[in-house]
């Protein structure tokens, strides 16, 4: 193997994959991540705060959150 290919393959090591994959969380799950009840979560889906362009996600009748997008959301103070 060249060292290139072992250099390349240690980087990769390092970096999360959640950097490069989306990562899908259920309701409870996201309220548990950030400290709120569930019930905030789905008020903010209700009251039209959380929408597609900060994370939410819709599978059918399954509703999921994409963290990364909700996460920035949240940090740039557009859910509060």
């Given at each position: 193997m060249?060292?290139?290919q072992n250099?390349?393959?240690e980087v990769r090591?390092?970096?999360p994959v959640e950097r490069f994959e989306p990562v899908y969380i259920t309701?409870?799950?996201c309220a548990a991540r950030v400290g709120l009840s569930y019930w905030t979560i789905y008020h903010w889906i209700a009251d039209g705060k959380l929408?597609?362009?900060r994370g939410?996600?819709?599978a059918g009748r399954?509703?999921?959150i994409e963290w990364?997008?909700?996460k920035d959301a949240l940090d740039r103070g557009e859910l509060i």
């Open positions: 060249s060292a290139v250099a390349s393959e090591a390092f970096v309701v409870k799950q929408t597609n362009e939410l996600r819709h399954s509703v999921r990364r997008v909700f």
